[in-house]
C-alpha cells in the first residue's frame, strides 16, 4: 500500500550539489516524521536528517550546514538537497517514513529501495 521510490542521485565531485527526491503513494508526507539514511559500504546505515510533521528539523554533524531536508506536499514528496558534497558522503541513501503521528519515534516503518550517491575527488 505505501510505497516510497527515491530519484536524483548520481555520480558527481566533491564540491558538487544534488538533490534526492523521495515520491510517495499511499502515504501522506506532511503530517508524518520522514527521514533520509545512508549506509557506506563495509558501515551500518545512519540517519542523515529527518523532518517531523510540524516542520521540525534535524540532521546529523557532519551534514548540518550542507544538506536541507524539505517536503512538497502538494506533490508529497519528500527531498534531500545536497550541497558542497565530500568523498565521505558516498553511500546509499534511503527515504524512511514514520507510521505514527507527527512526532519522529525513530520507528520508521516504510522504506524505499534507495539511491546510489558517488562523490569523487
Known amino acids: 500500500q505505501v510505497h516510497l521510490v527515491e530519484s536524483g542521485g548520481g555520480s558527481v565531485q566533491a564540491g558538487a550539489s544534488l538533490r534526492l527526491s523521495c515520491a510517495a503513494s499511499?502515504?501522506?508526507?506532511?503530517?508524518?516524521?520522514m527521514g533520509w539514511f545512508r549506509q557506506a559500504p563495509g558501515k551500518e546505515r545512519e540517519e542523515v536528517a529527518h523532518?517531523?510533521?510540524?516542520?521540525?528539523?534535524r540532521y546529523t554533524d557532519s551534514v548540518k550546514g550542507r544538506f536541507t531536508i524539505s517536503k512538497d506536499n502538494a506533490k508529497n514528496i519528500l527531498y534531500l538537497e545536497m550541497n558542497s558534497l565530500k568523498p565521505e558522503d558516498t553511500a546509499m541513501y534511503s527515504c524512511?517514513?514514520?507510521?505514527?503521528?507527527?512526532?519522529?519515534?525513530?520507528?520508521?516503518?516504510?522504506w524505499g529501495q534507495g539511491t546510489q550517491v558517488t562523490v569523487s575527488s
Open positions: 523532518i517531523n510533521g510540524y516542520g521540525t528539523r
Open positions: 524512511a517514513a514514520d507510521s505514527s503521528g507527527g512526532f519522529c519515534s525513530g520507528a520508521f516503518r516504510y
Open positions: 499511499g502515504y501522506t508526507v506532511s503530517s508524518r516524521c
